[in-house]
């Protein structure tokens, strides 16, 4: 749920909030500067002699340097549009995206598009047309389709309509998003009238109509609403999520009632959404209400809150998981002993120590292989003692599986294959001992010879299959360093 919603919010930057989010930026800049200057001043004054003649040189430096870099933002800005006003539209494009500095640079962008009427707006694009593609490119692209929709929206749409590929699909929410935010009713209709009928790319369409109900429901919730229910099955789902998202940051309960207006999965999703957003601010708040469900989805709103919960208050969250039905914590242990583990540190290590305490089951099974998979990244050789001198059993047997999947292990094949031979299934320990040697075979085909020859994990029909593999279907990859952990 987390990785969902996380790739929800780029996508959005992408296809149309670039210009709300560069003006954004530079507004919390400010806040910013203000907590450090104030922050700076306390220091200041609490110093005394050397220290505090050092903080005041230190900044008086960052000023001049602050300064020069206004400097250079404000002279690139001013030959770009010396460059537009002489009709070089493409020239002044080109020198500003060439320019160093990032945030520079989509400063510099932004207050440069802010004047292109629609002619200049095209031949931008056709400057845009020939970058690489990357993160200069959709934001160029985005804030362009911004500008011309702000211009004139239909007319925009009709250009673009001209493109094809990722220009005429992003260039096309990006229109329908900034028209939204003006008159949504009018972006919502040329959705309905134009864009459904014709079909084309149900992901894009999903993510327009998506952008088109954020924008209205930030004006006039029900008329927003009423919209999205209108739409066909394959594309109201994201656009009713973003209408309860928006409800929600005003009033979570309010978000709640519209949601238990939904049906099946619908409903189900839309209050996981609530109760996501609600925890991270209020998580006790958020789990009162979702203990109060009665929907069938009522352990996955739960599971939504605790996930946030757990990263900022873990003893609290635990007590409460201990104080779950088995069956209850068993469902969504996995989930939370994921986050609980990306705090890192010694929440890593408690985390697992917390799985290894519970009954077993499939629960554990999983959370097993959430923590395991999580501390090999930031501490392997902790994981990997940890792991194993856990009992065996279908919970050490998934950590083994999560513990193979580590680039570091995958690395060292002959300790792969030692991992992969404590499995206690039969059928997983076969399949991960097969891919492991084949891995070996890849890279040191002599010692892999001589394992395989004594090896019991595989029978004999495998290890022929195995060495008759011609070298082009082994496993790629001969450059390993040795950074496995063996279990012994």
Do not use: C
Request: net charge negative; no cysteine; glycine share 10%.
């Amino acid at each position: 749920m987390k990785i969902a919603s996380v790739l929800s919010t780029l996508i959005a930057l992408l296809i149309g909030v670039a210009g709300g989010y560069l003006i954004g930026q530079q507004g919390g800049g400010d806040q910013d500067a203000g907590a450090k200057k104030s922050q700076s001043g306390e220091t200041a004054n609490a110093s005394t002699g050397s220290l505090a003649g050092a903080s005041k040189s230190s900044s008086q430096s960052g000023k001049k340097t602050n300064t020069s870099t206004e400097g250079a933002e404000s002279n690139l800005i001013t030959e770009a549009k010396k460059l537009m006003r002489s009709g070089d539209v493409s020239e002044a494009m080109k020198m500003i995206l060439n320019s160093p500095g990032s945030i520079g640079r989509m400063e510099a962008l932004l207050d440069f598009v802010k004047e292109l009427d629609s002619d200049q707006v095209e031949l931008a694009l056709a400057e845009v047309r020939g970058m690489g593609r990357g993160g200069d490119m959709f934001m160029s692209m985005s804030l362009l389709m911004s500008r011309y929709a702000e211009i004139d929206p239909e007319k925009a749409l009709s250009f673009v309509g001209k493109s094809s590929g990722m220009e005429r699909g992003m260039g096309t929410s990006s229109i329908l998003r900034t028209w939204a935010s003006k008159d949504p009713k009018a972006a919502a209709d040329h959705i309905s009238k134009n864009m459904l009928k014709d079909g084309g790319d149900d992901w894009m369409m999903r993510r327009t109509a998506a952008s088109v109900a954020s924008e209205w429901a930030k004006q006039d919730t029900d008329a927003a609403l009423a919209w999205a229910k209108g739409l066909p099955d394959g594309v109201k789902g994201d656009a009713l999520g973003n209408i309860i998202e928006q409800i929600t940051t005003d009033d979570p309960l309010k978000a709640a009632e519209v949601a238990m207006g939904f049906e099946g999965e619908q409903q189900d999703r839309a209050l996981r959404t609530i109760a996501d957003q609600w925890s991270r601010n209020e998580p006790e708040k958020a789990l009162k209400w979702a203990e109060a469900l009665t929907s069938e989805g009522r352990v996955g709103v739960i599971e939504e809150a605790l996930e946030n919960w757990v990263s900022k208050d873990t003893e609290s969250t635990v007590a409460y998981l201990d104080k779950m039905e088995a069956s209850e914590r068993d469902s969504i242990m996995k989930e939370v002993v994921e986050q609980w583990a990306r705090v890192g540190g010694d929440a890593t290590a408690d985390a697992a120590k917390w799985v290894a305490s519970q009954d077993d089951g499939k629960g554990k099974v999983d959370a097993t292989g959430e923590v395991v998979g999580q501390w090999m990244r930031s501490d392997p050789e902790a994981a990997s003692e940890w792991l194993g001198a856990q009992p065996v059993g279908d919970a050490r047997d998934r950590g083994v599986a999560a513990l193979l999947r580590d680039r570091s292990v995958r690395e060292d094949p002959s300790a792969a294959v030692a991992w992969a031979d404590t499995i206690s299934n039969d059928e997983m320990r076969g399949e991960q001992v097969e891919r492991s040697a084949r891995t070996w075979l890849a890279s040191d085909r002599a010692a892999a010879l001589e394992y395989l020859e004594a090896s019991e994990s595989l029978s004999a029909d495998q290890k022929t299959k195995l060495i008759e593999l011609p070298a082009d279907q082994l496993q790629r990859g001969n450059d390993f360093r040795g950074r496995g952990r063996r279990p012994f």
